[in-house]
């Protein structure tokens, strides 16, 4: 049976959200693998090699006894799992929501392999360095500098909201103004 650690410390937990993710109804996981040390030098004591869990339950999915009753299932779950898990240097937090309380154990073992295997499979070459391919990450969300939704980046923000009557697909800025035919207008009687 293979031994798998806990992670214990804050900064341990925030280190592995910022790896990679699995979701679903039940569970979420973040997972990042640790740097291989071969020397072993800046290793600190007291951490063990291979897999390390972490769990977070918050005041969320319910009060003290249910939280508590999760985590003694996720638990359980792992020691159910723990042959099957893949043995990799990991440090994995798992995020357990409120549908977990009252899951089958064993879609709850199942939920817990698959999502140990997402969250510790190494980065291919592909996805290993975006720098190296020539191509950007891609961003999520609008941040800084992106232009609100709704308006399209030539188009100036006036101080009032609107935008300035941009040219889109060869029309002048006069066609922006007038309205565009109602969807519906050949569904009925005209009175004309």
Do not use: C, Y
């Not at 679903?24 to 740097?35: C, D, F, K, P, V």
């Not at 072993?40 to 319910?62: S, W």
């Not at 391919?133 to 609100?148: E, F, L």
């Amino acid at each position: 049976m293979s031994t798998i650690g806990r992670l214990l410390r804050r900064a341990e937990f925030l280190a592995a959200a910022g790896g990679r993710r699995f979701h679903n109804e039940r569970i979420s996981a973040q997972g990042l693998i640790r740097a291989d040390d071969s020397s072993g030098a800046d290793k600190p004591e007291g951490v063990p090699d291979g897999l390390r869990l972490g769990f977070t339950i918050t005041k969320r999915v319910g009060h003290a006894t249910e939280r508590n009753r999760i985590r003694r299932r996720l638990r359980a779950a792992v020691a159910e799992a723990a042959n099957d898990l893949p043995a990799r240097n990991a440090d994995v937090v798992l995020v357990a929501r409120r549908p977990a309380l009252h899951a089958p154990f064993d879609t709850l073992v199942e939920d817990l392999r698959r999502a140990v295997a997402v969250v510790t499979k190494p980065q291919t070459a592909k996805h290993a360095n975006p720098a190296e391919s020539g191509r950007t990450p891609s961003r999520r969300g609008r941040g800084k500098g992106a232009p609100a939704s709704g308006a399209s980046a030539a188009a100036p923000v006036r101080a009032s909201g609107a935008t300035a009557p941009t040219t889109l697909s060869g029309r002048g800025p006069d066609s922006a103004r007038t309205p565009s035919p109602l969807s519906n207008a050949g569904d009925g009687p005209t009175d004309g």
